[in-house]
């Protein structure tokens, strides 16, 4: 794994995300942001920015190298708050 992919993964664990094994997905609960790992491996110098920066949307913000369907980002919202 390239380090600086490795350094945006611990920036992530150590600002309250959770990383999915059965999604490759990384999550933070309380921001309600989504990174797939792809994304994190594809856009090491974004990660940080857009981990920090506040959600103003009312539902779940997913940052993944193509955008998920409607149904896809319903099914994983739905992961998500049977998870949580």
């Known amino acids: ?41 594809d856009h090491r110098d974004l990660i940080r920015e857009l981990a920090l920066r506040p959600n103003h949307t009312r539902g779940w913000e997913f940052h993944f190298n193509r955008a998920p369907s409607p149904a896809l980002q319903q099914e994983i919202t739905q992961v998500l708050a049977d998870a949580a």
């Not at 995300?17 to 921001?31: H, K, M, P």
């Open 1 to 41: 794994m390239d380090p600086r992919t490795r350094e945006n993964i611990e920036f992530l664990e150590k600002n309250g995300y959770r990383y999915l094994f059965d999604r490759d997905l990384f999550v933070n609960y309380e921001s309600k942001k989504c990174f797939s790992l792809e994304y994190v491996e």
